[in-house]
């Protein structure tokens, strides 16, 4: 007579979804604030920027110093969250925070040092803003020029939960923006897509050309400026 072990009779009654999902460990944890604090680390600050692919607007960052004695749940990439939860979500960070701040480098830069190099200057920025020097930095794979000890993390916001509170509040603030720029340049559909390269942006800046604050260093934006949709050429008289 065979004898079966009783977790495999449990196993083999469970869905294959619960087991996928209990295997699935979570990815956005403070397990990289937790290290740097063994190591004599304190103020420990997490830094991300939203925007980077826009064709419009600011690149806009956020520095985020979190209070490891005030939990928030639910952190993770803002671009997982519904807009919804993120805003709830960035009232919490503001409120239980020991300190952050927000930075934007603008369009007109974007196009003089390209986005790299604005992206960096942003964070930099957010950075220098924050109430309280941080001692360390954990950053969406990006390095800054400052004597801050500093650690990259590839698709940080989805591991380090002060990344991810930086780039929550830094996305609600650029979205906060685009539904005002909205109602200046309608034509666009910012508060639709945020300015990103969607089917309707582009179909917009064919028939509309480009705003002042298009990044025309964007090839779309440069040219949306250069061929309106609908431009004709008028033949010139040859001489006879």
Same mark, same amino acid.
């Given at each position: ?7 495999? @009779? ?10 996928? *999902?209990?295997?699935? /460990? ?5 397990? *990289? &604030?937790? +290290? ?12 991300? &920027? ?9 690149? @806009?960052? !956020? ?18 969250? /519904?807009?919804?939860?993120? +805003? ?12 952050? =701040? ?32 941080? #001692?360390?930095?954990?950053?969406? =794979?990006? +390095?800054? #020029? ?10 940080? #916001? ?11 509040? !830094?996305? @609600? +603030? ?11 340049? /309608? ?16 179909? !917009? ?12 260093? *964007?090839?779309? @934006? ?12 008028? !033949? ?5």
């Amino acid at each position: 007579m065979s004898h079966v072990h009783p977790l495999h @009779v449990n196993l083999v009654l469970w869905p294959a979804s619960v087991l996928e *999902f209990a295997a699935m /460990p979570k990815r956005c944890t403070s397990r *990289f &604030e937790r +290290e740097a604090r063994k190591c004599g680390w304190q103020r420990i600050a997490g830094l991300d &920027e939203v925007g980077r692919g826009s064709l419009f607007g600011p690149v @806009v960052a !956020a520095a985020v110093i979190l209070d490891p004695k005030r939990r928030i749940m639910g952190l993770d990439d803002s671009k997982k969250i /519904p807009a919804e939860r993120r +805003e709830t979500l960035a009232l919490r960070i503001r409120e239980r925070a020991l300190a952050w =701040a927000i930075a934007e480098v603008d369009a007109s830069r974007i196009d003089a040092w390209n986005i790299y190099q604005a992206s960096r200057q942003a964070m930099t920025q957010a950075l220098g803003q924050l109430r309280i020097s941080p #001692d360390y930095l954990l950053l969406d =794979a990006m +390095e800054l #020029d400052v004597l801050v000890e500093q650690k990259s993390l590839i698709h940080g #916001d989805a591991l380090s939960v002060s990344i991810a509170a930086a780039s929550i509040i !830094a996305k @609600v +603030e650029r979205d906060r923006m685009m539904n005002e720029w909205d109602r200046i340049y /309608p034509q666009y559909g910012l508060a639709q897509h945020k300015g990103y390269a969607t089917p309707v942006h582009l179909a !917009a800046l064919r028939s509309h050309g480009p705003s002042p604050h298009h990044r025309y260093s *964007f090839a779309p @934006v440069r040219e949306a400026a250069c061929w309106a949709a609908g431009a004709t050429q008028t !033949a010139l008289p040859l001489p006879s």
